[in-house]
């Protein structure tokens, strides 16, 4: 069974704000790392630990984490947010990483 | 600007090892800030982490796939290597390599470079 889950899918009006999450008992302590997957292409970090984001990143993404669960919060969707989102962490051993079974984000 | 990139063949067959080299430009991977990362994805379906390498050579793998997989690497000429034996169809994925690196202290783990991906193909 997946050590954290996401979500399937989740849709987004254009401009406003859309959270996905990610469960997992690993998560209340380690960060998530978020990682945006566009078709044909590698994934990118978007988001890591508690709420840093890579340069080149826009700030309309951010992260939190609240007990077991981390978020990842588009704020003002754009319609090239539109893709598979995945976040990853430490299993429960603390030595191998899992990923989560990902989110597609439509922006309608 | 570190960039990694993936070879290897792109066709193997059932109950052989896929061989796949990571070549890295623009750093160094002798780095000991970081470690170096096989992560795959099965088209269609979401990525799975395979193993890490740390410069001093210690290794771990995803439990799934230990009996199987070996990391290594060769800081002299910047490469990262994945071999993984007796694959079947299920091995068929793109596979990525990527940087990481990590902080106990902060609970940080972030995979911050990655590959273009190779695509493997497991068939006879």
């Known amino acids: 069974s997946a050590e954290v889950t996401q979500d399937p899918a989740v849709s987004v009006a254009l401009g406003q704000t859309v959270r996905i999450t990610c469960q997992g008992d690993s998560l209340r302590f380690y960060y998530a790392s978020w990682y945006q997957q566009k078709p044909g292409q590698a994934p990118v970090v978007v988001i890591y630990?508690?709420?840093n984001r890579p340069s080149g990143i826009p700030d309309r993404f951010s992260g939190s984490t609240s007990g077991n669960t981390a978020s990842l919060i588009i704020n003002g969707a754009q319609a090239e947010d539109e893709a598979d989102y995945y976040c990853?962490?430490?299993?429960?051993?603390?030595?191998?990483?899992?990923f989560g079974t990902g989110t597609k984000v439509t922006v309608l | 600007q570190v960039q990694l990139q993936e070879s290897g063949p792109g066709l193997v067959k059932p109950s052989q090892t896929l061989s796949l080299t990571c070549t890295v430009s623009g750093g160094s991977i002798s780095s000991t800030s970081y470690f170096w990362t096989w992560i795959r994805q099965p088209a269609g379906k979401g990525l799975e982490w395979i193993g890490r390498?740390?410069?001093?050579?210690?290794?771990n793998y995803n439990p799934s796939l230990k009996s199987r997989v070996t990391i290594s690497m060769d800081t002299s000429m910047t490469r990262i290597s994945l071999r993984l034996s007796s694959v079947t169809a299920a091995d068929t994925a793109v596979y990525y390599c990527?940087?990481?690196?990590?902080?106990?202290?902060?609970?940080?783990?972030?995979?911050?470079?990655w590959g273009q991906g190779t695509m493997v193909t497991v068939s006879s």
């Open positions: 390498i740390y410069t001093s050579g210690s290794t």
């Open positions: 630990g508690k709420n």
């Open positions: 990853s962490s430490r299993d429960s051993s603390g030595n191998h990483y899992v």
């Open positions: 990527a940087r990481g690196w990590s902080s106990r202290e902060a609970a940080v783990d972030v995979f911050d470079i």
